[in-house]
């Protein structure tokens, strides 16, 4: 059995913390939290799964790696405190850890990540022996393993186009829709994620990624952007209202330019109700979500992955395949030698032993 720390209890904590408690080559050895009010609790009901597991969570980090663990599962987030997350997973990988996590977008293509970002890791790698592997859904396997996969099946491909198709109505972090993306701001507002160069910088790994696999050379990585205005007041489940008049749909395309086309590229639509921009894409049976991969060649292959979790919600289910690509690693990375890995390098493997279990 592998020790393993999930270190975060939120979207992606919760969903990990089922996932260690899943696999039959782990077992979970601590939980780590930031809020006081969850230190304490059993690790199960910060999971929402129905039972106990006998791990209280606590915040005390030195306490948790000075028992060195074999793996953590970082899943606290790093959108709004990109620096602090790198300090967390730098010391856990110091600490001898095989470490996975979504957080760090400049590490999704750590070939090609800034020497900021890389350096560090590859530091602590040296001094302590642990590894990083950092993948997720969109960016992750959605814009990845899945669309490589696919384009294998085809006699031609002349492109490739990965599509996040969402309703984010049904997310639960308000802070992240509101103030990163902009939803409910004055159009005139900026977003940090709408940001020139920042959708490429958080989905350009992807991109390099899947030129490096298809062997091809790219001219160039350029950006599109459109958003458009809610018509009418609307009222979330779980954000509260969004105003008439206020950004209520983005769509956006980083591209891979090969040849002077676009030829690899991740496209995003994302909505804060499905009234606004209704002709834009939408999942294909109308549901709140839904990662797309289309191959436009011969024969043209369009593949749809919708995933619910957590009482039918597609934002949940997304985090859970998330999740469940990144602790299903770790039982390879701890058999790999310590280093700093990508989606090419970490294979996607079969649920080789849980067929049927609960």
Known sequence: MIP??????????????????????????????????????????????????GVAAT???????????????????????????LADVVRAVRSGAVVVTPALYPLYDQRGAPPEFRDPVLAAVADGGGSLFVSGVDPGWGNDVLPLLISGLGSTVDAIRCQEIFDYSTYDQEESVRHLI??????????????????????????????????????????????????????????????AGTQGAVRFEVQGIVGGEPRIVVEHVTRIHPSCAPD????????????????????????????????????AGGNATAVGRLVNAVDWLVDADPGLYDALDVPLRPAAGRLGRK
């Open 280 to 315: 834009w894409p939408t999942p294909p049976d109308g549901g709140d979500g839904a990662h797309r991969v289309i191959i436009e060649g011969r024969p043209r292959i369009e593949v749809t992955v919708e995933a619910t979790d957590e009482d039918e919600n597609r934002s």
């Open 182 to 243: 902009g939803m409910g701001h004055p159009m005139e507002y900026e977003p940090l994620m709408l940001a020139p160069s920042v959708p490429t910088m958080v989905w350009g790994g992807q991109i390099r990624l899947m030129a490096r696999a298809l062997d091809v050379q790219l001219d160039d990585i350029r950006e599109t952007l459109d958003r458009r205005a809610l018509d009418t007041t609307v009222r979330t489940r779980t954000m509260g209202e969004f105003a």
């Open 59 to 85: 915040d005390d980090v030195e306490a948790v790696l000075a028992a060195r663990p074999r793996a953590v599962v970082y899943a606290a987030s790093g959108d709004l405190r990109p620096d602090e997350a």
């Open 4 to 53: 393993t720390v999930v270190w975060g209890t939120g979207n992606v904590g919760r969903a990990a913390v089922r996932a260690v408690e899943a696999q039959p080559d782990l077992s979970l050895a601590a939980v780590l939290v930031h809020d006081p009010r969850k230190v304490g609790r059993d690790a199960g009901e910060l999971a929402g799964l129905g039972r106990t597991l």
